[in-house]
């Protein structure tokens, strides 16, 4: 059991560059969620999925998108980097009538 | 939405001493308040949850009291130790299908030995 599993842990990528972003939990968790963490600010909500085929917009989604072909996988794509996606991001799932999530360990990105 | 504003944004304290943090939140519907302890560098880490049918919850050293009525929840940290040094996050989950969690700003807690 090896919880929510995120890769990469680092990525650097150019402005205009676009990349993929890994989740993947074997908890058979229904609710997955993508979240941002900016320096002195709490994480915030970019996309979220209750279940396989459904997802859905959070706070901060523009320009990111996201898909849940599988229960297992929520892969969060970026369309076209820039600078302001520069962030630390964490995936995390949650079950049916569990409350605490858990979180990946997430991916540090920087877009220069 | 959801919006939870979290007090204050650094706290230090000399070890042994106790440690309050205070959050509010918006949404009367929400109905679950997790803290997270995030170390530098590490993903966030639950240490305590209360839900909105109950008022207090202790574990060891860390107590969360919740109230309804004034849409607020603390935590409060007794004899801290140089190992609570971290930051805080609280959050709080709405009574919808979606159970996503919005978080407060973050409280960097230093412990002075």
């Known amino acids: 059991n090896a919880g929510v599993t995120q890769t990469p842990k680092f990525q650097v990528l150019k402005t205009g560059q676009s990349m993929t972003l890994q989740c993947a939990q074997d908890m058979n968790h229904e609710y997955m969620s993508w979240y941002r963490q900016d320096p002195g600010m709490g994480l915030r909500l970019i996309h979220y999925s209750v279940g396989a085929g459904i997802t859905d917009q959070g706070e901060v989604p523009n320009g990111y998108n996201v898909s849940r072909s599988t229960t297992e996988d929520f892969p969060l794509r970026l369309l076209s980097a820039a600078p302001s996606q520069t962030s630390v991001y964490f995936c995390a799932s949650i079950g049916t009538g569990i409350y605490g999530y858990t979180f990946g360990s997430g991916t540090r990105l920087t877009v220069v | 939405g959801e919006n939870v504003e979290q007090h204050p944004s650094t706290l230090s304290v000399q070890e042994g001493d106790s440690a309050v943090i205070k959050c509010t939140y918006s949404d009367s519907a929400s109905n679950y308040f997790p803290w997270y302890k995030q170390e530098l560098g590490k993903r966030p880490q639950l240490i305590i949850d209360?839900?909105?049918?109950?008022g207090e919850k202790k574990d060891q050293r860390i107590a969360v009291t919740l109230n309804k009525t004034a849409k607020h929840f603390s935590l409060h940290i007794t004899e801290t130790q140089p190992e609570d040094s971290a930051v805080y996050f609280c959050?709080?989950?709405?009574?919808?299908?979606?159970?996503?969690?919005?978080f407060g700003s973050g409280t960097r807690l230093q412990v002075q030995p």
């Open positions: 959050a709080a989950v709405g009574n919808t299908g979606r159970r996503a969690l919005t």
């Open positions: 209360i839900r909105s049918n109950v």
